[in-house]
């Protein structure tokens, strides 16, 4: 089953420290940069959205980190004078240029890397989640009908499978369940009936899985039984030995599991 959850996006910002102190990052070197072209503090910080105060404050303090100025005042002339950046920033606004685009060029690497970890990683998430139910579905929301008091959700599982689930408005509400959304079924292996011949059978259950068996466990009353589902999955039923050998029940023989609406447990991902 083809889910639709995005995949992980790596992300990094470039910070230049000095010791522990904090010489600057984008922010900082942008107004380096806005100096450098409107020749004026007043110029630069407006431009980016920072108070004059702000400006001088970061110019101050990256002056005294740096341990030289990296910003002067120019006075007099046919402009009556301004701002510039001194060589030593200006070098270091190139500088800085360069070992963003090293590290955009990094982080691209790693996001190829880091292709297929999304899936996996709510996979592992899924698995190591404990419940009493032997059979959990993951699945998509296909349709939802609300009613007053219940609404009937239908599942869409791997293989194309559906499984219809009746929950109450309130629980279809706080789940956020909607068509489209992902969501799970739990099903209690006592709750399943197993059917192995259904010519002229009618039954009031809404879901139906058929499959072949897989594996058949007895034990002192009960048998496990487990069918292959199309797509990959299973189901696990638990039946009384005597109907095990009435039905006849055998690796490789098809079989068919079928259980109520009002069986299945609906839940949702953290």
């Known amino acids: 089953m083809k889910t639709d959850n995005k995949g992980i996006e790596l992300q990094g910002a470039i910070w230049m420290t000095v010791g522990s102190a904090n010489l600057g990052g984008p922010g900082r070197i942008e107004l380096l940069s806005r100096i450098a072209e409107c020749g004026s503090i007043t110029g630069a ?3 980016i959205g920072m108070s004059y105060k702000a400006a001088w404050d970061a110019i101050d303090a990256m002056n005294n980190l740096a341990g030289e100025p990296l910003v002067e005042r120019q006075t007099g002339g046919k ?23 090293e590290h955009r060029r990094f982080i691209e690497h790693l996001s190829r890397q880091a292709e297929g970890i999304a899936d996996d990683y709510l996979l592992i998430r899924r698995m190591s989640m404990k419940t009493s139910a032997r059979n959990e579905f993951l699945g998509t929301v296909r349709e939802l ?43 209690k292996a006592s709750s399943i009936i197993v059917v192995t011949d259904e010519a002229g059978a009618r039954f009031s259950a809404r879901n139906r899985l058929a499959g072949t068996v897989s594996r058949v466990q007895p034990g002192a009353v009960n048998t496990e039984v487990v069918l292959d ?33 009002s069986s299945v447990i609906v839940g949702v991902p953290a």
Request: no cysteine; charged share 20%.
């Open 145 to 187: 009908k609300r009613g007053a008091v219940n609404d009937e959700v239908e599942l869409e599982v791997a293989g194309g499978q559906r499984i219809v689930a009746i929950v109450t408005h309130e629980s279809s509400e706080s789940l956020g369940l909607q068509p489209g959304a992902e969501a799970f079924a739990l099903i």
């Open 229 to 261: 589902l199309p797509g990959g999955g299973s189901v696990a039923a638990i039946v009384t030995n005597e109907s095990a050998t009435n039905l006849g029940l055998a690796t490789g023989k098809p079989a068919t599991a079928i259980f109520k609406a």
């Open 79 to 101: 402009g009556g004078g301004g701002t510039r950046l001194t060589r030593r920033a200006e070098q270091l606004v190139a500088n800085f240029r360069l070992i963003v685009q």
């Open 45 to 47: 910080a407006k431009a």
